[in-house]
């Protein structure tokens, strides 16, 4: 698959296969992770992977699932992710630490999608219930979660038509609105306006 092909396809899935993924798949997405740019070369960034089946409900249960679409949209037994990855930030972290997270994240997200994996990044975390739950230590941050499994929904993106809230049809697909490209798309400079 083309990179652009897997930019413009990928979408954030909530609903999973329970086929679990191989631990040499999750491996790879943290060595695309660890290769990414960082910041002053700083690498302040760590990652905790569960696969583990005990483990699978305490990470989910420290996760707030899609706000447009809860609670009907929320995984239910049975489609809940078959993986997760933690992002911790270690005590090198310097003023630009948050591009670090966004570019290493983008490529465990894209890397996973080249391996027909579907993801979501959550930044609503309940972070002491998961540090405790992962005997996370005091002097690491965690970011974010990136919950894993094979799609079993489907999630399409369309042109924003007035409102960025995202929505369920009655064929259960999930729409997507995205800004238009002309209205984001500056050329050369010019006076940008929001038009929201």
Known sequence: MDIMDIIK???TIRKYKQDRIDRA??????????????????QPLEYIVVDQP??????FDTLSWAGYIA??????????????????????????????????????????WSYGIGSC???SVKRDK??????????VKIDSVIALGYPAEK????????SIKYYKDKDNVLHVPKRKLSDICHWNGGKTVDKR
């Open 9 to 11: 396809g990928r979408r």
């Open 25 to 42: 798949i999750l491996t790879d997405l943290i060595d695309g992770a660890r290769l990414a740019p960082s910041a002053a070369n700083l």
């Open 54 to 59: 005990d483990l699978l409900d305490q990470v």
């Open 71 to 112: 609670p009907h949209g929320n995984p239910k037994e049975g489609e809940k992710p078959v993986a997760y990855i933690i992002v911790l930030v270690t005590g090198k972290s310097g003023a630009f630490t948050g591009h670090d997270v966004g570019a290493a994240v983008q490529n465990i997200l894209l890397g996973a």
């Open 121 to 123: 990044w959550f930044g």
């Open 130 to 139: 998961l540090a405790q739950a992962l005997d996370i230590s005091d002097d």
């Open 155 to 162: 999630s399409v993106w369309e042109e924003e038509q007035g």
